[in-house]
């Protein structure tokens, strides 16, 4: 159950064209219990960038992987300061007012709208904008876990903690990544100091799914449940180009549940779909909510029905 094996994926030529066509994806959340699985491009639109799009970090950076960040100190500070540099993007919840976000409210025979939402992303604005019992499927930059005890903490206990152990610390990274790593050279890195577990001294690490990690195996089986329990699969700003959701569009297809993507560019999910609609997200969300009647503030279309618990 590999996270992310997958760095780059090159589009079949046989792969389905996209549509521009929004109506099965109004007749899919107007039948109600539509799963929603979303990606970097829910993301994006709020500001924070992505890996495999247009300009995407990877043509740049490295995502750190479980193997590098566990095999020294070296590779910790220079990840921690990086991270807490890029951590300022994130923490703030600013990007979470300007995110999409799928339609709520119900639908035909009192069925919610949604059945439950999956996110791939690791920054939080699903439940910063509102939505409720979101399964993370790769954890969040939110908390903090202690590799020898187990114990959880707030990320913004440690970064409270990051700052007294290095005052002054303030340099300007050329871009920030999806991770929440800044760029950074090894000379702003400089003598970074790392704080160790407040309970135990032991290692700390952000509560995500790091390159070449395993996601938690009950994680993963309560989405499949989600994917099971579900009319039909809504795939939102995603390229699938990993394993760790393509596993849930190939289940909803097996199952012959309809799978429906939005994304403006081709997906490793495509010769599964009913449609992928390339559209940009944003104004995708809102022409359905528009054809559906739910009402559209100025942040988007209405937030989600509340998902299914995920403990």
């Given at each position: 159950m590999r996270m992310r094996p997958?760095?780059?994926?090159?589009?079949?030529?046989?792969?389905?064209?996209?549509?521009?066509?929004?109506?099965?994806?109004?007749?899919?959340?107007?039948a109600g219990g539509v799963l929603v699985l979303s990606g970097a491009g829910i993301s994006t639109e709020s500001g924070i960038p992505d890996y495999r799009g247009e300009g995407g970090s990877l043509s740049r950076h490295t995502p750190m992987t479980y193997q590098d960040f566990t095999?020294?100190?070296?590779?910790?500070?220079?990840?921690?300061?990086?991270?807490?540099l890029g951590w300022?993007?994130?923490?703030?919840g600013a990007a979470a007012a300007r995110a999409p976000a799928p339609g709520g409210g119900a639908a035909g025979a009192g069925r919610p709208v949604l059945a439950g939402v999956i996110t791939q992303n690791v920054d939080g604005l699903h439940p910063a904008a509102g939505s409720e019992d979101v399964v993370e499927l790769h954890g969040s930059l939110d908390r903090v876990v202690c590799l020898s005890c187990g114990a959880f903490s707030p990320r913004r206990e440690l970064a409270r903690r990051l700052e007294e152990a290095n005052p002054g610390?303030?340099?300007?990274?050329?871009g920030i990544n999806p991770d929440g790593d800044a760029d950074l050279t090894d000379e702003q890195v400089g003598d970074f100091r790392v704080v160790p577990c407040a309970?135990?001294?032991?290692?700390?690490?952000p509560d995500v799914v790091f390159f070449?990690?395993?996601?938690?195996?009950?994680r993963v089986e309560h989405c499949r449940a989600l994917v099971r329990e579900a009319t039909s699969l809504l795939v939102l700003g995603s390229s699938l180009t990993v394993m760790s959701g393509l596993r849930f569009v190939r289940q909803a297809a097996e199952a012959d549940k309809p799978v429906l993507?939005?994304?403006?560019?081709?997906?490793?999910?495509?010769?599964?779909?009913?449609?992928?609609?390339?559209?940009?997200?944003?104004?995708a969300l809102t022409g359905v909510a528009d054809r559906l009647g739910i009402?559209?503030?100025d942040d988007g279309p209405g937030r989600p029905a509340a998902a299914p618990p995920t403990s």
């Amino acid at each position: 159950m590999r996270m992310r094996p997958t760095l780059s994926w090159t589009p079949a030529e046989d792969l389905p064209p996209g549509t521009t066509d929004l109506q099965p994806v109004a007749d899919a959340l107007a039948a109600g219990g539509v799963l929603v699985l979303s990606g970097a491009g829910i993301s994006t639109e709020s500001g924070i960038p992505d890996y495999r799009g247009e300009g995407g970090s990877l043509s740049r950076h490295t995502p750190m992987t479980y193997q590098d960040f566990t095999a020294g100190a070296p590779a910790r500070r220079r990840y921690w300061a990086r991270s807490h540099l890029g951590w300022r993007t994130f923490g703030g919840g600013a990007a979470a007012a300007r995110a999409p976000a799928p339609g709520g409210g119900a639908a035909g025979a009192g069925r919610p709208v949604l059945a439950g939402v999956i996110t791939q992303n690791v920054d939080g604005l699903h439940p910063a904008a509102g939505s409720e019992d979101v399964v993370e499927l790769h954890g969040s930059l939110d908390r903090v876990v202690c590799l020898s005890c187990g114990a959880f903490s707030p990320r913004r206990e440690l970064a409270r903690r990051l700052e007294e152990a290095n005052p002054g610390f303030d340099p300007v990274a050329a871009g920030i990544n999806p991770d929440g790593d800044a760029d950074l050279t090894d000379e702003q890195v400089g003598d970074f100091r790392v704080v160790p577990c407040a309970i135990c001294g032991g290692i700390l690490k952000p509560d995500v799914v790091f390159f070449g990690e395993n996601v938690p195996p009950r994680r993963v089986e309560h989405c499949r449940a989600l994917v099971r329990e579900a009319t039909s699969l809504l795939v939102l700003g995603s390229s699938l180009t990993v394993m760790s959701g393509l596993r849930f569009v190939r289940q909803a297809a097996e199952a012959d549940k309809p799978v429906l993507i939005v994304n403006r560019d081709p997906t490793r999910g495509d010769r599964h779909a009913l449609a992928r609609v390339s559209v940009p997200l944003g104004a995708a969300l809102t022409g359905v909510a528009d054809r559906l009647g739910i009402p559209v503030g100025d942040d988007g279309p209405g937030r989600p029905a509340a998902a299914p618990p995920t403990s």
